[in-house]
C-alpha cells in the first residue's frame, strides 16, 4: 500500500494534526510525518516532494497556517495529489484557507476545511482507495457506520420527543 505524508510547516500545527493520524491509524494507513517550511526550508520541500512518488508515497497531506504556501509548493514540485489543510493561526485561517485553494492553472491543490484535519485525511483515503479495493471496502464500512450512527441518535431523539 502506498505512504501518506502528513507534513506541517510548524511544530506548533502538530496538536491540529491529532484528528488525521487518528483515522489514518484507524484504517491502517501507513503515513510518515515531518516538519517542512515553504518558507524557511524550501531545499527541503522541494527535495521531499520531487522524490516523494519514488519513496512509496501516493498523496500528500499539507498543513499551515497563515500564509500557508506549503501544500502549493509541494504540489508545485510533485504531481502526486496534494491535500491543503489550513491551520487557524491568524485572521481565524481565512489567511491560510485561500493561501492553499488559489492556485494557478496546472498546478491544483485539494483543500479541506480550516483545521479539518479528519477530513483530510479521509480525503487521502478516498485518493488511495482508488487502487486499492479493500481500501474502499473500509471506507464503504465507515460511511454505514456515521448512517447508523445519525439514525440511532435520531431515534434516541424521537423516543424522548413528544408528538
Not at 495529489?81 to 491551520?87: A, C, D, E, N, S
Not at 478516498?126 to 440511532?152: C, G, S, W
Request: proline letters at 6%; glycine letters at 6%.
Amino acid at each position: 500500500m502506498l505512504k501518506t505524508a502528513v507534513i506541517m510547516g510548524s511544530d506548533s500545527d502538530i496538536t491540529k494534526l491529532d484528528p488525521c493520524f487518528k483515522v489514518l491509524d484507524k484504517f491502517g494507513i501507513p503515513y510518515e510525518t515531518r516538519i517542512i517550511s515553504a518558507h524557511r526550508t524550501p531545499a527541503a520541500a522541494v527535495d521531499f516532494a520531487s522524490g516523494a512518488r519514488e519513496r512509496g508515497f501516493g498523496v500528500i497531506i499539507a498543513a499551515a497556517g497563515k500564509a500557508a504556501h506549503l501544500a502549493g509548493f509541494l504540489a508545485a514540485h510533485t504531481t502526486l495529489p496534494v491535500i491543503g489543510l489550513p491551520v487557524k493561526s491568524s485572521l481565524e485561517g481565512i489567511d491560510a484557507l485561500l493561501s492553499t485553494v488559489q492556485m494557478p492553472t496546472g498546478i491544483p491543490v485539494a483543500a479541506v476545511a480550516i483545521d479539518g484535519a479528519a477530513n483530510a485525511a479521509v480525503l487521502a483515503i478516498e485518493i488511495l482507495a482508488t487502487a486499492e479495493p479493500d481500501l474502499a471496502d473500509k471506507l464503504n464500512l465507515f460511511r454505514r457506520q456515521m448512517t447508523d450512527e445519525v439514525l440511532e441518535k435520531d431515534r434516541r431523539l424521537q423516543m424522548k420527543t413528544p408528538e
